[in-house]
C-alpha cells in the first residue's frame, strides 16, 4: 500500500508544473502511436496526460479505459495537453488492467436509457464526476445556511402512518403486520419539534409513489424541509429564496470548473438575488391567459403553465395565494379571503418551475379538524398532529426544497434524473 501512499492528486501534480511525481487513477482516455503510447488517467481531481515511451512500456497498450494505475514520471511543459502540463513516466508501480469498457463516452451520452443501465459505471464519467461535486456543494450550503441562521438539523422516521400529501401517492410497506407507509414528507414531525427547537430542519428522501414520467419527477427523491415557530408565510418565503441564493452563490464560488465543464450558463444564476419577484395566483392566470393557455380560476398550474410562466421572468419567482382545494388540508386560510390559502410555491426560471412549496400552518385545533373533514379524512388518523395544537400551539409556517430539481436547474440538466447517483423512477429499480 505504500505505493499509492506516495501519490499525489492529479491536481497538485498540475499545480505544480515540474519535478518528480507519482499519481494513481484510472485510464480516461488512450491513445497509441509509433514510438509514444499516450494515456489520460483521471482522479477525483482532475486529468493529466501521461506520455509513455513504447518500446519500455509496451504492455500499457493492453491497458484498457477505466483500467487502475500508479506511475511516477517527470512532470514536463506541455501547451497541447490537458492542463498545459504532462508526465514523462519512468515507471509503473502498480496496474490493474480491466476489462474492455462497456461505455464509449462520446457515443453513449445519446443514449440515456442505456446510461441508466450502467448508472454504476457512468458515474465515473467527467459529466457526472461534475455533477456529483455540484451536488455536494449544494448539500453542504443548505446545511450551512441553515445553521448559520439558528436552525436545528433533526431526524425523522422514514416509516408513517397517515398521509401527508395524500393517500394515492403513498407505498405501503408491510411492518411486521401492520401496514405502514414510507414517507412522503417530514412536516408533521418538524411541526412537532418547532415547539422544542423554535426553528427546525432536515434533508432526508421522500417517496411518492406518483406514475408521473415527467423530467421533473422520481419516486424517491431528496427533500429539505423546514419549519419555524412564530412565523408567518412571509417569514417562510424569505428563508425559501435566502438559503435558494445561497447555495446558488456557493456553487458559483466554488465549481466554476465544474459548471463550465456542463456548459452551464452562469448569467441566470448570477442574477439569483433575493427578493425573488412576488406573483399572486390570480396574476399568474391573468399572464398564463393573455399568453394564450387555456386556464381558469381554480385550475391547477402544472409543469406545463409553471414553464410559461417562469419564462416571463429572468429570476425564481414566489408564487403565492393558492385556492384552497389545490393545497393539502394543513395550509391555513387567507382569514380576509377563506377561499385562497397562506400558500406559496417558489418556482425557478429558464422553465423549470417548482422547487419549493410551503406557507402557514394550521394553528388551532378545531379548525384543522374542520378542514380535515371537508377534504374527506378521518380526524382519528391524525389525532397527534392535532394534539400539537392543544397545547400552547402558535402560528408557524414551513417548506419543502425540492434538492435534486435545485441542483437540476443549477447544473442545467434536462432531467432530474441526471443529477441523482442512482435514481428511482416508476420503470427503475436497479443498479
Known sequence: MEV???????????????GRVTVRGWVYRKRVLKEKIFLVLRDSTGILQLVLPRDRFKNAEELNLESSLVATGTLVKEPRAPGGVELHVESIDWAYAGEPYPINEDAAVADSEYLLDVRHLWLRSRKMQAVLKIRHTVFGALHEYFRKNGFYE???????????????????????GQPVYLTQSSQFYLEALIFSLEKVYVVAPSFRAEPSR????????????MEIAWADIEDAARVGEEV????????????????????????????????????????????LQKKGVKIGWGDDIGADEERALTLEFDKPIVLYGFP??????????????????LSFDVLLPEGYGEVIGGGERIYDAKELVDKIIRFGLNPEDYQWYIDLRRYGSVPHSGFGLGMDRLT???????????VVPFPRDVRRTRP
Open 154 to 176: 433533526v431526524q425523522t422516521p422514514m416509516f408513517i402512518t397517515a398521509a401527508v400529501e395524500g393517500g394515492a401517492t403513498l407505498f405501503k410497506v408491510d411492518y411486521f
Open 214 to 225: 415527467t423530467r421533473r419527477h422520481l419516486t424517491e427523491f431528496w427533500h429539505a424541509e
Open 244 to 287: 435558494i441564493s445561497y447555495v446558488v452563490e456557493k456553487v458559483l464560488q466554488e465549481r466554476q470548473e465544474e459548471l463550465k465543464l456542463l456548459g452551464r450558463r452562469t448569467e441566470p444564476l448570477e442574477r439569483t438575488k433575493p427578493p425573488f419577484y412576488r406573483v399572486s395566483y390570480d396574476e399568474a392566470i391573468e399572464i
Open 4 to 18: 499509492f501512499k506516495k501519490a499525489v492528486p492529479i491536481s497538485e501534480a498540475v499545480r505544480r508544473g515540474e
Open 408 to 418: 437540476m436547474w443549477i447544473t442545467g440538466a434536462d432531467h432530474v434524473r441526471d
Open 324 to 341: 384552497e382545494k389545490l393545497k393539502a388540508f394543513y395550509h391555513r386560510n387567507n382569514p380576509k379571503r377563506p377561499e385562497v390559502t
